[in-house]
DNA sequence: CTACTGATTTTTTTT
DNA sequence: AAATCAGTAG
């Protein structure tokens, strides 16, 4: 036997000594699941003799990929696990498609759109029908197709199931999405699933072949799973059920985007024969860490597999509780604790992160950094790929590689100014949805001289010179190494000089840096085949999240968002913002599974902490230049009093003594069940001050007109309570003093 | 067609 | 507080 499984304990060597067929890991945080996944890939390859070249492991993010490939290398040796297939679904799915989606009668050529390409393209299918993007938010409209083709209904069958008008609404936006993504020959990120199962299923001969190749399949994070995912793992391991997937139904954090926590809670019963195995010793964090994580996770709802988390590591440190006046004291709170467990050398600053709910809490932070020179790295926020003149740049690129990505067409078609307007641009779309073509065959027809074109002489000309731009491209496209291509599309369309015209010479400079950095990624394709170079270049540019981009030993603090932490793990970890509205979101405080799921986040932030772990919050949050009062998350009345130590007073805060007075950490405030919606009347703020909120997200509240609806939010805006309540038709803000909303109980 | 200005809106979370 | 939008003047 190998000796590189001495090192496991009995319940991970069990795991990957287990015998082929359906396996379930249930690993809690923290229990070595990457070790088990990387030890059971080894362990197929060393001791059973599987060829790598017929192993799939599919991660969650790239970065997981890189890391499980470089795991393997160490425990193999460089290079032996070369053959193997990782990868998260989507770029598995992309590379497979390259190769195959012929078969689908598309070509290989496709482009694959982002959220922001996607949102243009609702928006023409929108303008297109001449409905209003105020009355029907192109958002929200995208948002149930993404979930639609997450669970793989198809345009038609989604008119058929959902008959309202508003679906109908959404089901013609649908049909009319897909084919004008199909005449850009482009796939969104749910396309590259969705067209993955039914190349399967259309072409069982091909899905044999992979499963001829796929002898072994291996899925981390298999809680996060949506049900298109799931179709694929059922279709790949049809015939040979050898079948290991590792995840934690307490982690599932990706319901919003389709996760289906059923995958995980049935695996036995879609696999009867499937062997589970728990993994319950944690080996990162310290026991205090792991109680209160415990405390919180426990006070949920009920699952069928209560995970009973344990570890060797000792007591540790208690978890500290601090409360801020406002985010900017919080922030300085956590970098003047930083620099102390630096100072003190408790802690390198890599080994320091900072994790809140939203992206937009990082700025509080940063600021807070930034004023201390403390180095920080923040992922998230505005992408590097998403900003304005690069995705300028990459459309051309795009353009190059395929002139049909109408998006990209539509993106560039007046940038730089060339004289073709709003007007223009509404008639050409116009005049290519007559004729039934995508806008670049449009194009060449009015190049080509088609009498029937609904131009003047002078747009025609400026159309068509557009039109030469873009066979000139796509022409050396194909043939050009890619950063030859890119200095020719910025002299051609003279780019730099563009910028300088539109931004003063600061910022002009800014975004210039920012396309030389573009390039200077560039230069990394340039050992592939010609042929390959564009195509790897964009689909990675697409699929690339931002946390795979995180430096592991870069001595700079992380700031990152809950969701991006799952799987990480530091040393210090500062969890800011927990309060109501924040975490939980007040976008997910009407729901009760939302509900659950951001407790989940909680713990997975808890859970990322070896030995230090500090859970913040602000008496006091502005958001949207606005100041508001907060409350504490409802999560933090779940730990027991005792766990945590309490915060210090701060002088600048008013009192809230009651607050800390018996069981709970934040004291009895509640008598609710504590996964339950907080009602009023549980919220004895004893003597409110002339100025208090009081309403609260999740209470249900009646309007004389408007009916029954449900408090989102509540601010004080001049001495005046500003509630927003949603009601069956909107949401509607309301002041207190004046709409006299009536509370219901229960 | 572009460029300016005042009004309005924006924040979940992500491959 | 910042970004985007709508309307208008040039």
């Known amino acids: 036997m190998s000796n590189f499984l001495q090192s496991l304990n009995p319940a991970q060597r069990r795991a990957v000594e287990a015998k082929s067929g359906p396996v379930l890991v249930l690993a809690g945080p923290g229990s070595g699941k990457t070790r088990v996944l990387t030890h059971r890939i080894a362990y197929l390859i060393e001791t059973l003799g599987v060829d790598p070249f017929n192993i799939l492991a599919v991660t969650f993010t790239n970065r997981a990929a890189r890391e499980l490939k470089e795991r393997l290398e160490v425990l193999l040796g460089a290079g032996r696990a070369h053959a193997l297939a990782v990868g998260t679904f989507h770029s598995l799915c992309a590379r497979f498609l390259r190769r195959d989606i012929v078969h689908l009668g598309r070509g290989r050529d ?19 029908f001449k409905l209003d993007e105020k009355r029907h938010n192109p958002r929200t409209i995208l948002a149930r197709i993404s979930s639609a083709k997450n669970e793989l209904v198809s345009p038609a069958e989604f008119a058929r199931l959902n008959r309202d008008p508003l679906d109908e609404l959404v089901a013609r936006c649908y049909l009319r999405y897909q084919e004008l993504l199909r005449e850009a020959n482009a796939l969104d990120f749910d396309d590259l699933l969705v067209e993955m199962t039914h190349l399967f299923s259309q072409h069982p001969e091909l899905l044999e072949r992979y499963q001829d190749r796929f002898t072994h399949l291996l899925v981390d994070e298999y809680q996060d799973t949506n049900r298109a995912q ?16 590792v995840g934690d139904d307490d982690q599932s954090i990706y319901l919003f985007r389709g996760a289906d926590v059923r995958n995980i809670r049935q695996f036995e019963q879609d696999f009867p024969e499937a062997q589970v195995i728990l993994l319950e010793q944690n080996y990162r964090s310290t026991q205090s860490i792991l109680d209160t994580a415990q405390a919180v996770i426990n006070a949920g709802a009920k699952r069928p597999h209560h995970k009973r988390l344990w570890t060797e590591n000792g007591t540790g440190s208690q978890v500290s509780l601090h409360e801020g006046y406002d985010q900017d004291e919080e922030a300085s709170f956590v970098a003047d604790e930083i620099t102390r467990l630096i100072g003190t050398g408790e802690f390198p600053a890599h080994e320091c992160a900072v994790m809140y709910r939203t992206n937009a809490q990082s700025r509080a932070i940063e600021e807070a950094f930034v004023r201390r020179g403390l180095p920080y790295q923040i992922s998230g926020g505005t992408r590097f790929y998403e900003r304005k003149e690069v995705k300028d740049l990459l459309a051309y690129l795009r353009l190059a590689y395929n002139p049909f990505d109408s998006v990209s067409l539509l993106r560039v078609l007046n940038w730089p100014a060339r004289g073709i ?49 873009l066979d000139e491209l796509s022409k050396s496209g194909h043939e050009l190494p890619l950063t030859t291509l890119l200095d020719r599309i910025t002299d051609r369309v003279a780019i730099r000089e563009a910028l300088k015209r539109e931004y003063d010479p600061l910022e002009a400079e800014d975004r210039w840096n920012n396309l030389l950095e573009l390039r200077n990624v560039a230069t990394n394709y340039l050992n592939l085949p010609l042929e390959a170079q564009l195509s790897t270049f964009l689909e990675e540019v697409t699929l690339v999240a931002d946390v795979d981009k995180l430096e592991q030993n870069s001595d700079k603090v992380t700031c990152i968002t809950l969701h991006q932490a799952k799987g990480l793990e530091y040393g210090a ?59 504490p998350s409802r999560f933090l009345a779940d730990i027991p ?28 405030r509640r008598s609710s069940p504590s996964d339950g919606l907080p009602r009023s009347s549980s919220r004895p703020r004893a003597a409110p001050p002339p100025e208090a909120i009081s309403f609260f997200s999740g209470q249900r509240v009646r309007h004389a007109v408007f009916g029954e609806g449900l408090v989102i939010s509540s601010k004080l805006v001049d001495g005046d309570e500003e509630v927003t309540v949603r009601f069956a038709d909107r949401e509607r803000r309301l002041l207190a003093t004046f709409a006299r909303l009536e509370r219901i109980e229960g």
């Open 110 to 128: 496709f482009i694959i759109y982002d959220s922001d390409d996607q949102l243009r393209l609702i928006r023409r299918v929108l303008n297109e």
């Open 230 to 245: 799931y179709t694929l793992i059922r279709q790949l391991s049809a015939r040979q059920r050898d079948l290991f997937v």
């Open 421 to 469: 307007g709003e007007r223009t641009e509404q008639e050409l779309q116009r005049w290519a949805g007559e004729l039934g073509m995508p806008l670049f065959q449009a194009l060449r027809e009015l190049e080509g001289g088609t009498p029937h074109a609904p131009f003047t002489a002078r747009t025609s000309s400026a159309l068509i010179a557009f039109t030469q731009l």
């Open 573 to 631: 970890v500062f969890l800011v913002g927990l309060e109501e509205g924040l975490l939980p979101h007040s976008r997910s405080s009407d729901d009760r599974d939302q509900l659950e799921e951001e407790r989940r986040l909680l713990y997975v932030g808890m859970t990322r902490a070896r030995r230090r772990l500090y859970l913040c919050y602000a008496f006091k949050r502005t958001s949207f230049g606005r100041a508001n009062l907060s409350t």
């Open 641 to 668: 009093r005792g766990l945590v130590k309490p915060p210090v007073r701060r002088p600048t805060a008013p009192a809230q003594s009651s607050m800390f007075s018996s069981r709970s950490v934040l004291g009895d």
